[in-house]
């Protein structure tokens, strides 16, 4: 595998009717979703699979396309095989001990040629009609909504759906380099920064171990917000010491830990550089500490916060 381009979109459906005048996302049903398409070609750039990865959250969309490339690039197609890939533990092992406790809601589905192959989790049937359609439409996105809104008038509910996309990670990798653009949104602020790898000892850029640090990251810049927000609240009383969410904070920053450790390994494999600089997860966690003393109003009563 000589190449490797993609990008992560995070999506929003929002599906409205048309006949309620208030139009406020209160009144619609809002399919969120991770999405991330996965093309494998061989060293002579022929397509072999296209797979299209969804998620509940941006790190395990990336995570498992990064397995699914690991896989190609050991044994080739996924599809076909005598012995046929296991979707379930590849999905499995993504899920760190963070993840076990804290995300009950996390899902994944992964299509080919416009079906599902495996899926786990709760998420929104739109996402199975949407890529339905795309792929009979040949990737033609702005198609495919309206066929969807088409399937619910069929059933007798007619629905008007809104789409938003944004990027929040391009991908673009050679034997020679890798380049990774990442595109995080914040309540305040968007922060964009870039990192390029390239091999050392004359060796080619390990794919999925840049995908993997991608997915670090995206995960470590969320938790990183979390826990400052977190630890404001802890500070105002709003979130009770010995708490769930205390404890959820807590294991955050120890997830954090464990993810400087993952990009780390990537650094002592290869060359990399940041633009305009490598994230720093604990300059993270103080900023947005400043911002939550700034937006949270303390308890009334905060005597145990002693």
Not at 51 to 57: D, E, L, T
Not at 231 to 236: A, G, P, T, V
Request: net charge neutral.
């Amino acid at each position: 595998m000589k190449e490797f381009e993609t990008s992560l979109l995070r999506e929003k459906f929002i599906i409205r009717d048309p006949k309620t005048s208030e139009q406020s996302d209160n009144k619609a049903t809002i399919a969120l979703s991770n999405r991330m398409v996965v093309v494998l070609m061989n060293d002579q750039g022929n397509v072999q699979e296209e797979f299209i990865v969804r998620a509940q959250n941006m790190h395990s969309c990336v995570r498992i396309a990064s397995r699914i490339v690991q896989s190609f690039i050991q044994a080739g197609p996924l599809l076909n095989r005598n012995l046929p890939y296991d979707w379930e533990n590849a999905w499995a092992v993504t899920a760190n001990d963070y993840e076990q406790s804290y995300n009950p809601h996390r899902w994944l589905a992964i299509y080919a040629d416009g079906k599902t192959i495996f899926k786990d989790g709760e998420f929104h049937p739109l996402l199975d009609l949407i890529e339905r359609f795309n792929h009979e439409e040949k990737g033609n996105y702005e198609r495919a909504i309206p066929l969807a809104e088409e399937v619910f008038k069929n059933t007798g509910k007619v629905v008007n759906i809104e789409y938003n996309g944004n990027v929040a990670l391009t991908v673009k990798f050679s034997k020679e380099e890798a380049r990774c653009g990442i595109i995080l949104r914040g309540p305040d602020r968007t922060n964009t920064f870039n990192f390029n790898a390239f091999p050392k000892n004359k060796s080619s850029i390990n794919f999925p171990q840049c995908l993997k640090t991608a997915a670090a990251f995206l995960e470590g810049m969320q938790l990183s917000f979390m826990a400052g927000m977190n630890s404001m609240k802890i500070q105002m009383g709003l979130i009770e010491r010995g708490s769930p969410e205390e404890k959820q904070t807590r294991a955050a920053r120890k997830r954090i830990a464990k993810l400087g450790g993952e990009i780390a390994g990537l650094e002592n494999t290869h060359d990399v550089h940041y633009r305009p600089e490598r994230p720093d997860f604990q300059k993270v966690i103080m900023e947005a500490e400043k911002l939550g003393a700034k937006v949270l109003t303390p308890a009334e009563d905060s005597d145990f916060i002693n």
